[in-house]
């Protein structure tokens, strides 16, 4: 890695990064805010679930949803899908300007004229987006704890900490394939409809698995598969295969990157 370079990334990325941020920190808070007027609707529970699909139930692990835990509301209301999607939007738009960026910008030649490996260049930046990646999942941790203290609710302290490892996972993993496809790819716009759709269909087969058992085999080969943000909090351990799964994915996927990054030429 190169310092410089990730110095320069930082500074570059930062007020992105805490824009993010700061939309989770917010949404925590207004979900913790929410929660305990929720949690006096005695009714709700009852009506709620009876309305919700089968296959969503089964989706979400939430066949002993129960909305009197906090849990079980943020995976529903949160962990569950606007969470990934707010993650997926963070490393799809770092990953796309990496290479592709950089080429439509006419910056990547004049960077690479200077004395600096590719690969220094490749892992400088990646190295930044996964400090990104770390921060905003445990960010969303925080802010849950800070708030959950706040408004006297009651959750899973283990359950978060063990939340920790697979979310950081599971955005690795998005972030591994959008970077695959900014170095194979010479547009960003591309990019982030390419990385965007294969998200989408990660997650539709997993959804889909829950309907057709032909789908679920299929499944294993997705990254939603392995995340089950429902199962971790309720449980409070670390899913240990499910986090080496995703992490083996985010590594394949940065790997390829980097090798054809390696022997691309970058001439426009």
């Known amino acids: 890695m190169n310092w410089n370079l990730i110095r320069k990334t930082i500074s570059d990325r930062w007020r992105g990064t805490a824009v993010y941020a700061g939309g989770l920190v917010a949404y925590v808070l207004m979900l913790a805010a929410l929660f305990p007027s929720v949690q006096k609707v005695g009714t709700f529970k009852k009506a709620y679930m009876k309305d919700l699909p089968e296959g969503l139930i089964k989706f979400f692990n939430l066949q002993k949803f129960d909305v009197t835990s906090f849990d079980s509301y943020m995976t529903l209301q949160f962990l569950g899908l606007l969470w990934v999607i707010v993650m997926a939007a963070f490393a799809i738009s770092f990953a796309r300007n990496m290479v592709a960026g950089e080429i439509q910008d006419g910056t990547l030649e004049l960077l690479l004229a200077q004395p600096v490996a590719r690969w220094k260049v490749m892992t400088s930046e990646g190295a930044v987006l996964l ?47 959008s970077v695959l496809l900014s170095a194979v790819m010479r547009e960003p716009r591309r990019v982030a409809m390419a990385a965007s759709g294969l998200t989408l269909f990660f997650y539709l087969l997993h959804f889909g698995g829950m309907y057709s058992k032909v789908l679920e085999k299929f499944d294993w080969f997705g990254i939603f598969h392995y995340y089950n943000p429902q199962k971790v909090l309720s449980s409070g351990g670390v899913p240990a295969r499910d986090v080496l799964v995703l992490l083996a994915f985010a590594a394949v996927f940065f790997a390829a990157a980097l090798l054809f990054f390696q022997r691309r030429d970058i001439a426009v």
């Open 131 to 177: 400090g990104g990646i770390i921060g905003l999942v445990a960010t969303t941790v925080v802010s849950t704890f800070a708030f959950g203290a706040a408004f006297g609710v009651k959750l899973s302290y283990s359950g978060y900490l063990a939340f920790l490892p697979l979310g950081i996972a599971l955005a690795a993993a998005i972030a591994g394939y």
